[in-house]
């Protein structure tokens, strides 16, 4: 799981170092260059939110336990993604200033203002986006904190259904030794008279041998 996970880490640092150079070269190349240029990194930032979304699933597959690690590794993550895409937007403004500015034979004046007003609006959007991953990380907190308490639940009711099973199996050996004992008990009786009976024999000829030769005695005198 971790080395699937290192795997996307390694591509995804690849990528993005490959967009942060190609972003700082827009602004160096012919207008057909950056054209190409753009297109291309909007490509390679769709590979890299992939990349993100491939990260995060694996990250909910670590057990909580292990999860922490990861957790703040995927949050630094998503913030340089946004930081690029802030980079590329701004990048792609004044890429579109500067072809409207060839086609329309502006002096630029007006285009400043304009620049002024999409970076602006640039900004409002960036701290929208920006309380929107801090709500999702929120969201994402409170399921795994959810997802441990139902871990833990669990646990529990197998320790008592544990304790249940050999409370019952206490119950049903001590009534076996009850039933064990109650008929030893009764048979113990039964048992003295018959353990008597066997010597009643053996005790009548020695009183007979001893009356017998006590009636002898009194007539030889």
Known sequence: ????????????????????????RVPKLSPDEKKQMVANVEKQLEEAKELLEQMDLEVREIPPQS?????????????????????????RIAYSDEVRNELLGDDGNSSENQRAHLLDN??????????????????VETEQI??????????????????????RETDANL??????????LRRTPQTIICKEMKYLPILCL?????NLERANHKQIL
């Open 67 to 91: 999860r922490g690690m990861y957790t703040s590794r995927m949050r630094s993550y998503k913030q340089e993604m946004g930081k690029l895409e802030t980079d590329f937007k701004r990048s």
């Open 1 to 24: 799981m971790s080395s699937d996970f290192e795997g996307y880490e390694q591509d995804f640092a690849v990528l993005t170092a490959e967009i942060t150079s190609k972003i700082g």
């Open 122 to 139: 640039t900004e409002r959007l960036e701290r929208s986006s920006r309380r929107l991953e801090a709500g999702y990380q929120i969201a």
């Open 146 to 167: 959810g997802q441990e308490m139902l871990e833990n639940l669990s646990h529990d009711r197998e320790k008592i259904q544990r304790a249940r099973e050999r409370l």
């Open 175 to 184: 009534g076996k030794s009850s039933r064990i004992l109650t008929g030893m």
């Open 206 to 210: 020695n009183t007979f041998a001893s």
